[in-house]
C-alpha cells in the first residue's frame, strides 16, 4: 500500500523527464529497468551530487521496479553516493598497482591536511575523501579521479598543489 | 531420444538440458555432491561452487571444472564427482567460507540442522589456515519482528534467502547491498524486518542454510520429539504442514517440500499463525446459560440440556423449527455428521453452511453451465497456461501460496484482473480492468460481445460441447456497449484488448474470488465466466477452465457433504422420489423432504417467529454476516442457540450453550481445499484438556437423541461417506498418501486432476445470458449515502480473526482500516490515521482511514477482522438473487471526520 502524503517534494525537472523516457525507449518494451544506471547518473547529477533514499524510490517508481532493485544497483557501484558528499569528490585509488607506487601515502597525506577519514566529507562541505577500486590507470599511479577528470603520477606536491588550486577556485 | 553419460566411469541416460547436479541426484543419494547455495525450490545459481565436479569429453580426457548445479550435460562426457582436485577445491571453498563464520556451533539455534555444519564435515575441514583477518562476526541480531530473526553474522551470502523472496514468494524484499567484503543481505532499504515490506511468508527462513535468517520458533532447530504432517486451517489452498512437537507441545512449522499443493512454501497465518491453539482465552468446559449467565457445566449436563430443549421444540413445533449451520473450518467427515444430525436425527433440511455466504453462486451458476460447481482445474496448471483472468479476487491477500504462483505468472506472461481496486495483482497485470463494484456483468458482457464481434469464438468446441449458443448470441450482440462502459467505468478500447487477448491465448486459464460472487448478480457472474470459457473452448484440458478460490479450507467439503438446505450428501437432490429413498434407506430412518432454511432465510424465519433453534458449528455469525445489527435481533429471539467453539466468540456470547471444541491441531479427518483434493488432517497433539473435537460433539448429540452412531473416527466415517457421496467412492483413509486424492475419485480409487475432459458433467454445457442490474442498495440509497464501501481481507488475518489476532500477528495488523482515495481523503479534511465516522442506511461505525490509491475516488474499502469496529453493522441484507449470497462487496455509505474512537451505534 503505498502511502500517497509522501510524494511530491521529488521530481525530474521536465527536460531531464524527457531524456529519461529517451533512454529508457532504447531498450525493449518491459525491459525499462536495463535504464536505471544512466537514469542513477542523471538523478544524482540533478538532486546535489548523491543519491537519497527518497530518490531512489522515486527513480523505482519512474521506472515501475521494485525499490530494492534501485538500492542493489545504487550500493554495488562505488561511482554513487549514497551519503551527501562534498562539492568536490577526490576518489583515490587504492587497488594493488597504485599502492606498490604510494597511493596509501598520498591517501594518508589528504587524511591529514583536510583532517578527514575516506568516506568523510570536510567541515566546511568542500571534500569528499573516496578510496575506490582500480580505475584503469595503472601505468600512471598513483593517481584519483575529480568529477571526469584524472589527475595522475601523484606526488605530496602535486597534491597540495591540486588541492589549493581547487580551494581558490571555489572561494 | 535416450542420451548417455558417464558419472565416476559408469553410463546413465539424461534428458537433454538437464543440469549435472539433477542428472547425479537422480542416480545416487541426495547430498552425494554437497552445496551451499542450491535449494530444492529455487533454480540452479551457481554461487557458492561446492557442487564443482570435474568434466571431460572423453575418458582420461582433459578435465575441465565446472559448478554442477547449473552446467547442462553434454552427451558422453565424463563426471567425475569426487575426483582429488574435485575434493580439494570443495574444501578450500568451505574454508574460505568459515573465515567468516563464527564457530559457535555449539550454542547455535542450528545445531545439528545446518548445511555448512553438514558440507564442512562431509569435505573433511579439520582446521581453518587462513589467518584471522576481518570478519562481519559484530553484526547485531535483528530481534525487531514478532516472526522473523536474523543473525547475519551467520550469513555465508548464499543468496538463497534473496532468491526464495524473488522466485517463491515475489516479495522482493531482500537483496545484496554493496559489494565484496561490504556485501550484505538488505530487506528493503536497509530496515530491520519490521519496518521492511515482508510479508512473514518465511521462506527466507526456510531456504537459508545457517542460521543467519529465521523465526522465533526456531523451525530448523532439532528441539522436537517428532513432526506431524497435516493440513492448514486457513484458506482454500490447502497447504501441508510440517509440524514439530515437543513436549506434547507445537513448537513450530515448516512446509513440506513434497507437497504437491504448496511445494515448501506457505504463508504468514500458515507457517506462524497457530499459538492461538493454546491460548488462555480457550473454551474448557460446556457452558450453560442459568439466569442470565453462562455457568460451567459438564459435558453430560449439557448434552441433557440440549436433547430436552430440542425434543421440547420439536414436538411443540415441528423439526422444520430447528436448523443448523456447519463449518467449513471443519473437518469433511465433522460436516457429514453435522448434516446427518439435522437430516436423520432431528428432521428437517434446514442445514447450511458458510459457503452460503462466500461461494454459493459459484456452485449455482456453475451447475447451471458445466453441472457441478467445483473448479474445474488444478493449481500447478498455471505452469501450463498462456494467460490467466482474475476476477474480483486477491489471492496475494486471502489465498497466499497460489497468490505468488499467480504474481510469478503475472511477472512473465499476460494477466487480466477485473477488481475495483488495485490489488498487488492488478499492479502486476497487463489488463487492469478497474471497474465500478458491482458491474461485474456489465464487463463480462463487454468481453464477451467483443470476442463474438470480433469472431474469436471456438466454432469447433461451441458445436460439439455446448448448447443455447444461437440464443446467446443473440443476446450478447444486442448489448449497448457504450451504456455498459458507462456503468462500469471501464474503457470499452481496454475491455477489447483483454477481451481479445483471452480469446487468442492458446490456453487460458480463469480464476475467482468473491469479489464475483459476493453481489446481487453473483451467479450471473460465475455464468458469464463459464461462458468465456466455453466461447474461447478454454475448459476440459491442461491449464485452462473457471477455478473459483475457495474462501476456507474446507468450504468445498462442507458443501460436497450436504451441508446445504436443497441437496443432501454428494450434491444428490433429495427432492427427487429416487433419491430420497436411497438416502432413506441409508441412513435407516424416514427423511424430510422439504427443501431447508439458506443462511440468511433462517435469520429472517427467527424474527419471523419461525425458527426456535440453532445449532452453530464454529461459526461467528454476528461479526461475519451482514448487516449484524439484524442478525443480533434475529438469534435474540431463539429459544435454543447452541455454539460449539474454541473461543467466546461474538456469537458465542448469545448462546444459550457452548460446547468447547477442538482446533484443527487436535483433531483428525480430511480437508478438501478449493482444487478437489482431500486431503488427510493428522491430530498433532492431544485435545486441549476439556475439548473435544466437533465431530465427537455432534455424535454424542446424535447419540443422546436417541440414534446409533460409533465414536468419531474418521476412517470409518470415510467409509461410510464414500457409500453414499458418489465421487467419494474410491476414497480410502489409509490410501490418501501425503498428497491426498482429487474428487471424483473412482472406486479404483485412481482420482481426476480436470473435469469435463470429454463432457460436461450436465452433458452439454449451457450457455446463459445475464443482463447488468443495479443493486436497489444503491438505486435505493445513492442520494444520501453517496460512497460504495467494499470488503476485503488482509494478508496478516482470517475472516473474523478469532484465531489469527489470538497470535503476534496483532503486533503486525493491529486494527481494520478503511482505505480512501487520497482525493476524497482531501474533501473530508481526513490524513492518514484519522478516525472516520461510515454511515449506511443500517448504522454507522468508526475506523481508521488509510489513504490510498489502491481505491479510486467514490469508492472505500475495509475488513471485518477485528469485532470492536463491526464493519458488518454496515452490510446490507441484500443477496445474491439465485444462491442467497449476501452482497457484502456494494455498500451505499458516507463518510466524515470523526472524533470519537468506537463509538459504535
Known amino acids: ?171 | 531420444m535416450i542420451k548417455t553419460a558417464f558419472i565416476n566411469n559408469i553410463p546413465f541416460n539424461f534428458s537433454e538440458g538437464e543440469m549435472i547436479l539433477s542428472f547425479v541426484r537422480k542416480y545416487f543419494e541426495k547430498d552425494y555432491i554437497p552445496t551451499l547455495c542450491d535449494a530444492q525450490n529455487l533454480e540452479p545459481f551457481g554461487s557458492c561452487r561446492v557442487c564443482t565436479v570435474e568434466v571431460a569429453l572423453q575418458k582420461n580426457g582433459n578435465t575441465k571444472t565446472v559448478a554442477s548445479c547449473h552446467t547442462p550435460v553434454i552427451e558422453g562426457s565424463y563426471i567425475y564427482t569426487h575426483s582429488e582436485k574435485v575434493n580439494k577445491i570443495r574444501k578450500n571453498i568451505v574454508e574460505l567460507v568459515l573465515t567468516d563464520h563464527p564457530l559457535d556451533c555449539l550454542t547455535c539455534e542450528v545445531n545439528n540442522n545446518c548445511e555448512l555444519q553438514t558440507v564442512a564435515a562431509k569435505v573433511g575441514i579439520r582446521d581453518v589456515r587462513y589467518p584471522e583477518g576481518k570478519n562481519h562476526f559484530d553484526r547485531k541480531k535483528d530481534l525487531s519482528h514478532p516472526f522473523m530473526t536474523s543473525d547475519l553474522a551467520k550469513c555465508i551470502n548464499c543468496f538463497r534467502c534473496i532468491r526464495a523472496c524473488d522466485e517463491v514468494q515475489g516479495e522482493m524484499v531482500l537483496s545484496m547491498a554493496g559489494r565484496g567484503f561490504d556485501s550484505q543481505i538488505i530487506k528493503s532499504n536497509n530496515n530491520n524486518f519490521f519496518e521492511s515490506d515482508c510479508v512473514s511468508c518465511g521462506a527466507c527462513a526456510q531456504a537459508c542454510p545457517t542460521s543467519a535468517i529465521s523465526d522465533v520458533f526456531e523451525s530448523k532447530s532439532v528441539i522436537y520429539d517428532k513432526k506431524v504432517r497435516t493440513v492448514c486451517t486457513y484458506c482454500g489452498v490447502g497447504c501441508n504442514l510440517d509440524v514439530a512437537v515437543s513436549n506434547g507441545n507445537v513448537k513450530s512449522i515448516q512446509a513440506p517440500y513434497d507437497a504437491e499443493v504448496n511445494n515448501g512454501h506457505t504463508c504468514i497465518k500458515g507457517r506462524f499463525a497457530f499459538t492461538f491453539y493454546n491460548h488462555p482465552d480457550r473454551l474448557k468446559t460446556p457452558l450453560i446459560r442459568k439466569n442470565g449467565e453462562l455457568t460451567p457445566a459438564t459435558w453430560d449436563e449439557a448434552y441433557d440440556f440440549i436433547a430436552e430443549k430440542i425434543n421440547e421444540i420439536k414436538s411443540k413445533y415441528g423439526p422444520d423449527y430447528i436448523s443448523g449451520i456447519s463449518s467449513a473450518r471443519c473437518t469433511n467427515e465433522e460436516n457429514y455428521f453435522m448434516q446427518k444430525l439435522f437430516r436423520a436425527v432431528i428432521g428437517t433440511n434446514n442445514i447450511d453452511s458458510c459457503a452460503r455466504v462466500c461461494h454459493s453462486p459459484t456452485a449455482t451458476g456453475m451447475q447451471r453451465t458445466f453441472g457441478t460447481g467445483a473448479a474445474t482445474n488444478s493449481i500447478d496448471e498455471i505452469n501450463n497456461t498462456d494467460l490467466i483472468l482474475v476476477t474480483g479476487a486477491n489471492p496475494t491477500n486471502a489465498h497466499p501460496v497460489t497468490g505468488a504462483k499467480l504474481k510469478q505468472f503475472a511477472m512473465k506472461k499476460p494477466m487480466i484482473v477485473i477488481d475495483p481496486r488495485k490489488t498487488e495483482l492488478a499492479r502486476y497485470a497487463k489488463y487492469h480492468l478497474q471497474l465500478k463494484p458491482g458491474t461485474n456483468v456489465a464487463v463480462l458482457n463487454m468481453m464477451l460481445y467483443y470476442i463474438v464481434e470480433e469472431g474469436l469464438e471456438d466454432i469447433e468446441f461451441i458445436k460439439n460441447r455446448t448448447e443455447g449458443y444461437d440464443e446467446f448470441k443473440n443476446h450478447i450482440l444486442n448489448q449497448n456497449i457504450n451504456e455498459l462502459e458507462k456503468i462500469s467505468g471501464v474503457n470499452k478500447e481496454l475491455v477489447k484488448q483483454a477481451a481479445i487477448a483471452y480469446a487468442k491465448a492458446e490456453k487460458a486459464m480463469s480464476f475467482h474470488g468473491l469479489g464475483v460472487t459476493e453481489h446481487l448478480q453473483g451467479t450471473y457472474s460465475v455464468m458469464l465466466l463459464s461462458d468465456l470459457a466455453m466461447i474461447t473452448g478454454n475448459i476440459g484440458k491442461k491449464g485452462v477452465g473457471v477455478n473459483p478460490l475457495r474462501g476456507q479450507n474446507n468450504v468445498q467439503g462442507a458443501a460436497d457433504m450436504g451441508c446445504q438446505p436443497h441437496q443432501g450428501a454428494g450434491y444428490l437432490d433429495f427432492t427427487k422420489p429416487e433419491i430420497h429413498n436411497l438416502y432413506e434407506e441409508f441412513y435407516g430412518v424416514k427423511l424430510s423432504q422439504k427443501i431447508g432454511y439458506k443462511i440468511p432465510e433462517m435469520f429472517e424465519a427467527m424474527v419471523e417467529g419461525k425458527l426456535k433453534a440453532m445449532i452453530l458449528m464454529g461459526e461467528d455469525v454476528v461479526q461475519t454476516d451482514p448487516n449484524s445489527n439484524f442478525v443480533i435481533e434475529a438469534l435474540s429471539k431463539l429459544e435454543l442457540l447452541v455454539v460449539n467453539e474454541i473461543f467466546m466468540t461474538e456469537t458465542a456470547k448469545m448462546a444459550h450453550v457452548i460446547l468447547p471444541a477442538s482446533s484443527f491441531l487436535e483433531k483428525s479427518g480430511t480437508f478438501t481445499n478449493g482444487e478437489r483434493r482431500i486431503q488427510r488432517v493428522n491430530a498433532v497433539v492431544d485435545p486441549i484438556e476439556g475439548t473435544k473435537p466437533d465431530g465427537q460433539i455432534v455424535i454424542d448429540i446424535i447419540n443422546k437423541l436417541g440414534y446409533k452412531q460409533a465414536d468419531y473416527n474418521p476412517e470409518t466415517a470415510l467409509e461410510e461417506i464414500s457409500k453414499i457421496v458418489p465421487f467419494f467412492a474410491g476414497v480410502k483413509w489409509n490410501e490418501l498418501g501425503i498428497n491426498g486424492k482429487q474428487w471424483p475419485v473412482m472406486p479404483d480409487g485412481s482420482d481426476t486432476k480436470i473435469l469435463h475432459k470429454e463432457t460436461f458433467k450436465r452433458g452439454k454445457g449451457k450457455f446463459q445470458t445475464a443482463t447488468w442490474h443495479e443493486s436497489p442498495e444503491i438505486t435505493e440509497n445513492k442520494k444520501d449515502f453517496p460512497y460504495i464501501l467494499t470488503t476485503n481481507r488482509e494478508l496478516e488475518h482470517y475472516n473474523s480473526g478469532t484465531m489469527t489476532r489470538r497470535t503476534n500477528i496483532s503486533q503486525i495488523v493491529p486494527d481494520d482500516v478503511l482505505l480512501i482515495n487520497p482525493v476524497d481523503a482531501k474533501k473530508h479534511f481526513i490524513a492518514e490515521g484519522d478516525m472516520v465516522c461510515v454511515m449506511s442506511v443500517r448504522g454507522k461505525i468508526d475506523v481508521k482511514a488509510h489513504i490510498t490509491d489502491e481505491v479510486e475516488p467514490g469508492i472505500l474499502s475495509s475488513t471485518f477482522h477485528f469485532p470492536l469496529v463491526k464493519m458488518n453493522v454496515l452490510t446490507s441484507e441484500i443477496s445474491d438473487t439465485e444462491a442467497l449470497c449476501p452482497e457484502y462487496k456494494v455498500v451505499s455509505v458516507n463518510i466524515r471526520k470523526s472524533k470519537g474512537v468506537y463509538q459504535n451505534v
Request: contains cysteine; aromatic residues 8%; charged residues 20%.
Open chain 1, 1 to 171: 500500500m503505498h502511502n500517497m502524503e509522501t510524494r511530491e517534494k521529488i521530481q525530474f525537472k521536465p527536460e531531464t523527464v524527457a531524456e529519461i523516457n529517451r533512454i529508457i525507449s532504447q531498450f525493449p518494451q518491459g525491459k525499462q529497468k536495463s535504464a536505471l544506471l544512466r537514469i542513477l547518473h542523471i538523478a544524482q547529477h540533478e538532486f546535489g551530487n548523491w543519491l537519497s533514499v527518497e530518490v531512489m524510490d522515486y527513480i523505482a517508481e519512474f521506472l515501475n521496479i521494485k525499490p530494492i532493485e534501485v538500492y542493489e544497483v545504487a550500493s554495488f557501484y562505488s561511482m554513487y553516493n549514497l551519503n551527501p558528499v562534498g562539492k568536490v569528490v577526490l576518489e583515490v585509488c587504492h587497488t594493488g598497482p597504485c599502492c606498490l607506487v604510494g597511493a596509501e601515502k598520498m591517501i594518508k597525506h589528504i587524511e591529514q591536511t583536510l583532517n578527514i577519514k575516506p568516506g568523510e566529507t570536510t567541515s566546511d562541505g568542500m571534500f569528499t575523501l573516496k578510496t575506490v577500486e582500480c580505475l584503469g590507470a595503472c601505468g600512471y599511479g598513483p593517481m584519483l579521479q575529480i568529477g571526469e577528470d584524472y589527475h595522475e603520477k601523484l606526488t605530496i606536491e602535486k597534491l597540495d598543489n591540486l588541492l589549493n588550486v581547487i580551494k581558490n577556485k571555489n572561494n
